[in-house]
């Protein structure tokens, strides 16, 4: 079946490193791609998505490339602030189903 | 305007008790579901509706019950409450599930809850 694989956390930056978080998947036929971000206290909320191969989501300076040819859509920013520390969890949705597969999640801490 | 609400934010309750949850979304979606976060953060869906109608029912046991009395309701309903059952619980909301834009999910501000 589907299934969703990114990197155990937490990750722990200082303010302006650079982040990376990997994601990989596995699916049958095309899937959409997603990165939630889920701050302390609250609910998910969709980050940038991306629904083909090599299409690049983007939002509030984080990218993700859709890559066919090695199932990944890893996150990255090239600046991190500490209001990003929250847990980030890649997703994907698959045409024709009605649900979403969603990874374990990345708790990430930035530091001042 | 709130696009998915929970009530309550806060459940604390007895084992053995029977409580609901209740979710509304405003934003005309067809599809509703129910989502389970534990203390890692792991997120398993539940349950899954589209249009007032059961999709997804994902080993869940027979103690929980959904119901969907039209398209932008959702209510979640526990029976015999057991120690297992404490964590987050999670609705969402998405237009058109697995459609060809890939469905974008609307969360809701989850409920904690508590069992004693």
């Known amino acids: 079946g589907d299934s969703v694989t990114q990197m155990e956390g937490p990750v722990t930056l200082s303010e302006e490193a650079f982040l990376t978080i990997n994601c990989t998947y596995t699916a049958t036929g095309y899937p959409s791609l997603f990165w939630y971000v889920q701050y302390p206290g609250e609910g998910l909320q969709l980050l940038l998505k991306a629904t083909k191969a090599d299409d690049k989501g983007s939002n509030k300076g984080f990218e993700a490339t859709y890559r066919k040819e090695t199932t990944s859509f890893h996150l990255e920013k090239g600046s991190v602030q500490v209001s990003d520390s929250a847990v980030y969890f890649c997703?994907?949705?698959?045409?024709?189903?009605?649900?979403?597969?969603f990874g374990a999640g990345t708790r990430l801490f930035v530091k001042a | 305007d709130t696009a998915v609400s929970q009530t309550p934010k806060y459940l604390v309750t007895q084992m053995g008790n029977d409580k609901s949850i209740k979710c509304e979304q405003n934003l005309g979606h067809d599809t509703m579901y129910w989502y389970k976060q534990d203390s890692k953060k792991f997120l398993k869906i539940m349950f899954s509706?589209?249009?007032?109608?059961?999709?997804i029912n994902e080993t869940v046991p027979n103690r929980f019950s959904p119901k969907s009395p039209d398209k932008a309701h959702l209510n979640l309903h526990i029976n015999s409450l057991e120690l297992g059952d404490s964590a987050v619980y999670f609705c969402a909301s998405s237009q058109v599930a697995g459609g060809p834009s890939g469905d974008t999910q609307y969360f809701g501000p989850g409920t904690r809850l508590t069992v004693l």
């Open positions: 509706y589209n249009n007032k109608e059961l999709i």
């Open positions: 997703a994907l949705s698959s045409t024709g189903g009605f649900k979403t597969i």
